[in-house]
């Protein structure tokens, strides 16, 4: 293992064990800039949540993906097919996940992590659709 993959597995780990506690109650509060990603393991069968900063989409969420499509929750998802939103109290049943370009997708945010994501160059973003009826604007 390269001294850069430590590095990766030990921030995950502490975002983990350290970070995520505290921005999940954040994401179950009506205010705040986070969501919860509700998905089941792929090979475990077991529940997660997964704290996440989404976009806004006129059909649904835009995740950028900060470490890649790589990190657990997303391979996830993907291989269960969907999985539930959590945002400001409301449930979103996600069923429809495609991969979004860069520009689109940083133009989900709100203008000062446009800035950011575009400053930290980053490129993966998936929208997250599903069967209800639409977001209202500014939900996000």
């Keep these: 293992m390269t001294f850069q993959q ?8 502490f975002l983990k064990n350290y970070f995520n506690p505290l921005t999940k109650r954040m994401a179950r509060s009506s205010f705040g800039p986070f969501a919860i990603i509700e998905h089941v393991g792929r090979r475990s069968g077991k529940h997660y949540e997964t704290p996440i900063i989404l976009g806004h989409a006129d059909d649904g969420f835009v995740a950028e993906l900060t470490y890649g499509p790589d ?8 291989a269960a097919g969907g999985c539930t939103v ?9 069923d429809k996940l495609e991969p979004m370009d860069a ?4 133009a989900a945010f709100p203008l000062p992590a446009q800035l950011i994501l ?3 160059r980053r490129q993966h973003f ?5 069967n209800y009826s639409g977001l209202e604007k500014g939900t996000v």
């Design 126 to 130: 998936v929208k997250m659709t599903g």
């Design 71 to 78: 990190v657990d929750w997303y391979k996830n998802v993907v």
């Design 6 to 13: 430590k590095m990766r597995n030990a921030l995950l780990s």
């Design 118 to 120: 575009w400053a930290i």
């Design 86 to 94: 959590i945002l400001h109290g409301k449930k979103y049943v996600i």
């Design 103 to 106: 520009a689109v997708g940083r």
